[in-house]
């Protein structure tokens, strides 16, 4: 790893956005350091699901199908349900399963 002050840029956070925005300026011929300030993977990580626009990119820098295997199994339910009132029975329930769509 090269020392922050002879890269060109230095990324905060070694998130999904950091992570990515570090590759793609790796790939582009930038040296990059990125700092976290974590020393090791969280537990129980903080992030439960991702957009479809970020596996986009995901899929574009070619690891898709590796975040994908470390996801739910893809007949997993994630309905949304609406409660106005936590004493009555659910207002309405969101099947959110599409099995008509391609996956991303």
């Given at each position: 790893?090269?020392?922050?002050?002879?890269?060109?840029?230095?990324?905060?956070g070694?998130?999904p956005?950091?992570?990515?925005?570090?590759i793609?300026l790796?790939?582009?011929?930038?040296?990059?350091?990125?700092?976290?300030?974590?020393?090791s993977p969280?537990?129980?990580?903080?992030?439960?699901?991702?957009?479809?626009r970020?596996?986009?990119?995901?899929?574009?820098?070619?690891?898709a199908?590796?975040?994908r295997?470390?996801g739910?199994?893809?007949?997993y339910?994630t309905?949304i349900?609406?409660?106005p009132?936590?004493?009555?029975?659910?207002?309405?329930?969101?099947?959110?399963?599409?099995?008509?769509?391609p996956?991303?």
């Open positions: 790893m090269k020392q922050a002050s002879s890269s060109s840029v230095i990324v905060i070694a998130g956005c950091g992570l990515v925005l570090a793609e790796g790939r582009r011929g930038i040296d990059v350091v990125v700092l976290e300030e974590k020393i969280l537990r129980f990580p903080a992030a439960n699901a991702t957009q479809a970020t596996m986009e990119h995901y899929r574009r820098l070619g690891f199908d590796k975040v295997a470390q739910l199994p893809p007949d339910p309905d349900a609406y409660l009132d936590l004493r009555r029975m659910n207002w309405r329930v969101l099947d959110c399963r599409r099995r008509d769509r996956r991303i």
